[in-house]
């Protein structure tokens, strides 16, 4: 082989494996994509029948419940237009609360209840999943605060000690 | 009085950078001698500056100043004083300042060293630092500025997210960050030769030892946070292919690129431009990763509150500094060939293809981690992407790499003759057959397709690896440190391939329903419960569960996990207990009062998870070993054309 023709395979041999790579990456990534729905969407027929998809909302205050002593828990999640009854079975992550906002995987039964996979959680109480204040904020224009989470519009301003607001109420001042 | 002090020394800092920046890149350009002798006293009276910034931020956190707004938010006067100097950088300002300071100290370093680089060069090198550090100091002091008042002052203060408090903490942010920042010196390298529009074997290797340092530091910050989200988190998992695991994990697969692609411009004068474009990539990852993070713009477990505007001046700042050295780069890389060839079996083929699929690997993930990104600007719905997409495209280059990287490290430089070691390739891999399969399926039992191949990868670069240290020692032949530290790194490497391999086949998880006495039997294990008992901790209140856990009778250990309420924000976190058994992670989360008597319980067996941690740290003591090479530091200015031609015979 000449060193041209050598230096061509080479080339030749780097852009098939480049594009292979990404026709696996494609495919893997549309078969394993996973779509954000909430409650009003789920409830309008919107989430195509067996497929996963992210369920997200708040967590309706009083909804959780459990048979005494089983891993098994039920509880709804709504964006205020629309409900969906969730059951999971495992331990629900620590910042899991009633009126809070929680995002769960998992798929749809026929009978309108969402089993739920996996249950997240977020490294602050404080924090909202963009998805769901996003939602909220669509289906009401603004959140509401009867909802339990203290900030639950999702580009909030610049962070304030919200939990302990009742505490002290302060205010950043600008230098 | 103390806090307005810090806000005054940011400022001078910021002037300080602006004049780093000016004197360094205008000196050499305007050949001003003395404008690029201001250049190292600009960097001192910064790095002086910053940490004296810092000091106040940490002496109003140790004080209880709760007038500053981001004492008040992130500490409370039942914080022990270990977690009141971290929690600096417990939230976004402080770990800006943090990445400020880590920048001031790289500089003082290259600083001291660039006085055996040539003075045009060198003061290149700082103006650049300068130019990334003025922008850094403008981002905090215009809208992220720890030093804001509160009035009235807080009463007390609002205490540090209970998640952070852990001892992880404190090592955690500091190295990750000094790894991140740390390619911003390969940058500035990358800058300073572009700048200069030459760019020769000795760039390289001044070059080699900052990027090797700052990879070393990369990998230990990623294993570090992979190992306190393993046993802070809860969910046991080690890697979620989370946003911001993604963004410390880009610049560590392109900074990866970049040491290997170095080492074939350094020995080799080979791919000159595609170096450079490596460094602008490595530190343009680890920029993203910052406006990732920071900007809230992606859904992450790490997602603290947001704010917009940081986002935007984020997106311009990256856009000027990336389009910036990219536009410098197309003017300037036409100037730099590489003249060398090389045959398709030589090292350089093989340290191509390493680049080629770092990068490959690199992009795939960079796809995933914007995806939900793109489509939902693009109003195509709201999606996320996950393990079941980023673990089968990482793999598609991974497996490659890993075969190639064996038979790599045999080839010669320039010469493509595969012949000589063919036997010895032959005869490792055999072993690495043998060895690989009877991990899959005489230690561990139903393994996967992949199991005993990947397996088998791992076992493979050990042998090959250690193949050419052996032969040369035995015969009384001296190793440098560059070659043991690279051999070290590839071992570093095959165990992490071998930890993950073993841990994603046969990892056991189950969620129990315990009541005190009940025993449940998971992976081989009993684990009995005996029930929950009241726990009082400095700034909480918990209960204590205790497992006794038993394999076949024999005991393994008592296990204490927690469930900790914390009475400032109210948080309830678990504190997981976990053991090492003949190798294998044991787990124990505890969950809810399931009413009845019950409780929850998480049960995980991770087996030989620890190496994939451990193996971080072999790569970083590789790394180290290879960046003190004599080679580096005896490459003075002084010596400049023999050293460079006795290397290249040499290698």
Redesign the interface.
């Known amino acids: 082989m000449t060193?041209r023709r050598?230096r061509l395979?080479?080339v030749l041999g780097?852009v098939t494996?480049?594009s292979?790579?990404g026709a696996?990456?494609l495919s893997?990534?549309r078969?394993?994509?996973?779509?954000?729905f909430d409650p009003s969407q789920v409830a309008a027929g919107k989430v195509p029948a067996g497929e996963r998809f992210?369920l997200g909302g708040m967590v309706t205050k009083g909804s959780l419940r459990?048979a005494?002593?089983?891993?098994e828990a039920r509880f709804v999640v709504t964006d205020f237009s629309h409900d969906v009854p969730v059951s999971y079975?495992?331990?629900?992550?620590?910042?899991f609360r009633e009126g809070a906002g929680v995002v769960a995987h998992g798929r749809l039964r026929p009978d309108g209840t969402f089993v739920a996979d996996e249950v997240l959680?977020?490294?602050?109480?404080?924090?909202m999943?963009?998805?769901v204040a996003?939602s909220l904020k669509l289906r009401h224009g603004e959140s509401r605060a009867d909802a339990g989470a203290p900030?639950t519009a999702?580009?909030?301003?610049?962070?304030?000690?919200a939990?302990?607001a009742a505490?002290?109420p302060?205010?950043?001042?600008?230098? | 009085m103390l806090p307005?002090f810090g806000?005054f020394a940011l400022i001078l800092a910021l002037l300080l950078a602006a004049l780093q920046a000016f004197f360094g890149i205008a000196g050499p350009a305007l050949r001003r001698d003395r404008w690029i002798a201001a250049v190292i006293p600009a960097v001192t009276g910064q790095a002086v500056m910053v940490a004296t910034a810092v000091a106040c931020l940490i002496a109003a956190f140790v004080g209880f100043d709760f007038s500053v707004?981001y004492v008040?938010?992130n500490s409370n006067t039942s914080l022990p004083l270990f977690y009141r100097v971290a929690a600096l950088w417990g939230?976004?300002e402080g770990s800006l300042l943090l990445w400020i300071m880590l920048l001031a100290l790289w500089s003082v370093a290259v600083a001291i060293g660039a006085r055996n680089l040539p003075r045009h060069f060198g003061a290149r090198v700082l103006g650049v630092l300068g130019v990334v550090s003025f922008g850094f100091l403008l981002f905090t002091l215009a809208t992220s500025?720890p030093?804001?008042?509160?009035?009235?002052a807080?009463?007390?203060?609002?205490d540090l997210?209970p998640?952070l408090q852990d001892p992880g903490l404190v090592v955690h942010p500091p190295i990750l960050y000094t790894g991140y920042v740390g390619f911003a010196v390969a940058f500035a390298f990358a800058g300073a030769a572009m700048l200069e529009g030459r760019l020769d074997q000795h760039w390289a290797r001044w070059t080699r030892p900052w990027t090797t340092a700052a990879w070393c530091f990369l990998s230990c910050g990623i294993a570090l946070g992979s190992f306190w989200a393993y046993y802070e988190?809860?969910?046991g998992g080690f890697w979620f292919w989370d946003p911001v695991e993604n963004s410390s994990f880009m610049p560590w697969l392109v900074g990866t690129a970049l040491v290997h692609s170095l080492a074939a411009t350094d020995k080799r004068g080979l791919f000159k431009s595609w170096t450079l474009l490596l460094a602008i990539l490595a530190f343009s990852f680890s920029m993203l990763g910052t406006f990732l993070v920071r900007s809230?713009v992606l859904?992450s477990?790490?997602?603290?509150?947001?704010?917009?505007a940081r986002g935007i001046f984020i997106l311009a700042f990256l856009i000027l500094m990336v389009g910036g050295s990219l536009a410098l780069y197309a003017w300037r890389a036409p100037l730099l060939k590489s003249s060398a060839?090389f045959?398709?079996g030589a090292r350089e083929?093989f340290l191509?293809f390493n680049n080629?699929?770092l990068v490959?690997a690199a992009a795939?993930v960079f796809?995933?981690t914007l995806?939900p990104l793109i489509s939902d600007s693009l109003k195509l719905?709201?999606?996320?992407?996950?393990p079941?997409?980023f673990n089968?495209?990482f793999m598609?280059?991974m497996l490659?790499l890993l075969a190639l990287l064996s038979v790599g490290i045999h080839a010669n430089w320039k010469r493509g003759r595969l012949e000589d070691s063919q036997r010895t390739l032959l005869y490792t891999f055999v072993v690495a057959a043998v060895l690989g399969c009877g991990l899959a399926f005489g230690v561990y039992s139903h393994g996967k397709v992949l199991t005993p191949v990947a397996a088998t990868l791992g076992f493979w670069i050990v042998l090959s690896s250690l193949v050419d240290p052996i032969d040369r020692w035995r015969r009384g032949m001296s190793v440098s440190r560059a070659v043991l530290g690279m051999t070290v790194a590839h071992i570093g490497l095959a165990t992490a391939v071998i930890g993950l391999t073993t841990v994603q086949s046969f990892t056991v998880e189950e969620?129990?329903?315990l009541?005190a006495g009940g025993t449940a039997n998971v992976g081989g294990y009993e684990f009995r419960f005996l029930g929950v008992k009241p726990v009082d901790g400095p700034n909480y209140s918990a209960v204590g569960g205790t497992v006794v856990v038993t394999q076949h009778g024999a005991p393994v250990g008592v296990f204490e996990p927690q469930?900790r309420q914390y009475w400032?924000?109210?948080?309830?976190?678990?504190e997981t207990a976990i053991k090492i058994h003949h190798g294998s992670n044991i787990l124990l989360?505890l969950?809810?009062d399931?009413?009845?008597?019950?409780w929850?319980?998480?049960v995980q067996i991770r087996p030989l998870v620890s190496f994939v941690w451990l193996a971080a740290l072999i790569m970083a003591i590789g790394g180290a070993l290879a960046a003190s090479d004599r080679r580096y530091r005896t490459a003075r200015v002084t010596s400049e054309g023999s050293e460079g031609l006795s290397a290249r015979q040499a290698g």
């Not at chain 1, 078969?31 to 954000?36: E, H, I, P, S, W």
């Not at chain 2, 030093?147 to 009235?152: E, H, K, M, T, Y």
């Not at chain 2, 400032?568 to 678990?574: D, E, G, I, N, Y």
Request: hydrophobic content about 40%; proline content about 12%; cysteine-free.
């Open positions: 060193p050598r395979m080479l780097i494996g480049v292979l790579a696996l990456a893997a990534f078969q394993n994509v996973m779509f954000f992210r459990r005494p002593g089983s891993l079975s495992g331990v629900l992550p620590d910042l959680a977020k490294h602050d109480e404080k924090y999943p963009p998805e996003r900030a999702a580009p909030a301003p610049p962070p304030t000690p939990p302990s505490e002290h302060p205010a950043a001042t600008g230098s | 307005e806000h707004a008040a938010q939230a976004h500025n030093f804001l008042r509160l009035d009235p807080a009463a007390d203060g609002n997210n998640i988190l809860g969910w809230g859904v477990v790490h997602s603290f509150a947001a704010d917009p060839g045959e398709l083929s191509l080629v699929l490959i795939t796809a995933g995806a719905g709201t999606l996320s992407v996950g079941p997409y089968p495209t598609v280059s490659p969620d129990l329903a009541s469930k400032v924000k109210h948080t309830v976190k678990s989360a969950g809810d399931l009413g009845g008597g019950r929850s319980v998480r």
